[in-house]
């Protein structure tokens, strides 16, 4: 059965950092992509982040670029969200979804990804 459980989700002041961790079970995480997205209160969910199995595939949203990093520890069945320079805009409920070998292209909202998490806070707030 897979499962995926997001962890490190937190309030933080803006300009702070956050690393969020995707923990997977029950598939061979080397074969399957992983995304992130999440949706901000009234607004429609959208993709942040993605890694294929190979950790040449990567996607950023052009908001996160430069300030977020995706990558991957298959040892450790985990997937990493490193969040720099947060924003008050960077709230909401984060998501970790996992499909089988390439990102989704586009990412959009994650309607390409069959597996989920049940999402983990985080709140940028001075």
């Known amino acids: 059965q897979v499962q995926l459980v997001e962890v490190g989700g937190a309030l933080v002041q803006p300009g702070g950092s956050l690393r969020l961790s995707c923990v997977t079970a029950g598939f061979t995480l080397d074969s399957y992509a992983i995304g992130w997205f999440r949706q901000a209160p009234g607004k429609e969910r959208e993709g942040v982040s993605c890694i294929g199995r190979n950790n040449d595939n990567t996607y950023y949203t052009n908001s996160v670029k430069g300030r977020f990093t995706i990558s991957r520890d298959n040892a450790k069945n985990t997937v990493y969200l490193q969040m720099n320079s947060l924003k008050p805009e960077d709230t909401g409920v984060y998501y970790c979804?996992?499909?089988?070998?390439?990102?989704?292209?586009?990412?959009?909202?994650?309607?390409?990804?069959?597996?989920w998490g049940p999402g983990t806070q985080v709140t940028v707030s001075s």
């Open positions: 979804a996992a499909r089988d070998n390439v990102c989704p292209a586009p990412l959009g909202g994650g309607a390409a990804m069959p597996y």
